[in-house]
C-alpha cells in the first residue's frame, strides 16, 4: 500500500509539473506568434497610408493644378540688360510713352519707385478693353536685372486669385543686346477662365516697343 501511495505520489508530482515546463515553451511562441501578429497588423495600416497619400496628393495636384498656371516668354532686344530693367524699376511711369497703344499710365501710390512694398496702379488696354491693375513691388534685384510685381487690385483680380509677375533681364554673350525673360504665375478663380496667354502677347509687344524706344534714346 505504501508503495502504491508512493508511485501516484510521483505521478501526481509529474502531472504536476509537466504544465510547468512546458507553459514556458508555449509562451514563447505565444510571444512570437504574438510579435508577428502585430507586425502582420500594423503593416497593412501602413501599406494602406502609404498607398492613400499618393492618391490624396495625386488628387489635390490635380485639383490645383487645373487651377494654378505658369507663363513664359523670351523676347530678344538690342538694348541693354541695365537700361530695360530700369525702365520699369526706375521709370515705369515712362512706358507709357515706350507703348502708348499698350499702356495709358503709370501712377506711385505708395513708397518709392523700384523699392519692394511700393504700390503701382496701372491704366492699360488689352484684349479690346481698357483696364486697371494695382500692383505691389515684391522684389528688386537690380545685380540680376530682376523685379516682381503681384497684382493686389484690378480687372485681372476678376479673373485670378492670384498673379505674380517677374521681369528678369540678361545680357546676351559675345553679343550686344539681351534677353527679356517674363514669367507669369497665378490661380485661377475656376475652370473657366482661360490661361492669361493674351496678356503674355501683350508684354511681349510691349518689350519690343520699349525696345525701340531705348534705342531711339541713345
Given at each position: ?5 508512493t508511485e501516484i505520489a ?15 515553451t508555449k509562451t514563447v ?147 550686344t543686346g539681351s534677353i ?39
Amino acid at each position: 500500500m505504501a508503495e502504491a501511495a508512493t508511485e501516484i505520489a510521483k505521478k501526481m508530482e509529474e502531472k504536476v509539473e509537466r504544465p510547468v515546463t512546458v507553459a514556458p515553451t508555449k509562451t514563447v511562441e505565444a510571444g512570437r506568434a504574438a510579435e508577428a501578429d502585430t507586425a502582420v497588423t500594423v503593416a497593412p495600416p501602413e501599406k494602406v497610408e502609404t498607398t492613400n497619400k499618393p492618391k490624396e496628393e495625386e488628387v489635390k495636384t490635380t485639383e490645383t493644378s487645373s487651377l494654378l498656371g505658369k507663363l513664359e516668354a523670351h523676347v530678344e532686344i538690342k538694348s541693354s540688360a541695365e537700361q530695360f530693367h530700369h525702365m520699369f524699376a526706375g521709370r515705369p511711369h515712362h512706358v507709357s510713352k515706350a507703348s502708348p497703344g499698350n499702356v495709358q499710365g503709370c501712377e506711385l501710390h505708395e513708397g518709392e519707385w523700384g523699392k519692394p512694398g511700393s504700390i503701382i496702379f496701372w491704366n492699360y488696354f488689352h484684349d479690346g478693353e481698357a483696364k486697371v491693375a494695382k500692383e505691389r513691388i515684391e522684389a528688386v534685384e537690380p545685380e540680376k536685372n530682376l523685379i516682381t510685381f503681384r497684382i493686389i487690385e484690378g480687372d485681372l483680380m476678376k479673373e485670378y486669385k492670384s498673379f505674380l509677375a517677374t521681369i528678369q533681364v540678361t545680357p546676351k554673350h559675345g553679343v550686344t543686346g539681351s534677353i527679356v525673360h517674363w514669367h507669369l504665375e497665378y490661380e485661377k478663380i475656376s475652370e473657366e477662365v482661360a490661361h492669361p496667354e493674351t496678356l503674355l502677347q501683350f508684354c511681349i509687344e510691349m518689350s519690343k516697343e520699349i525696345d525701340e524706344h531705348l534705342l531711339s534714346e541713345e
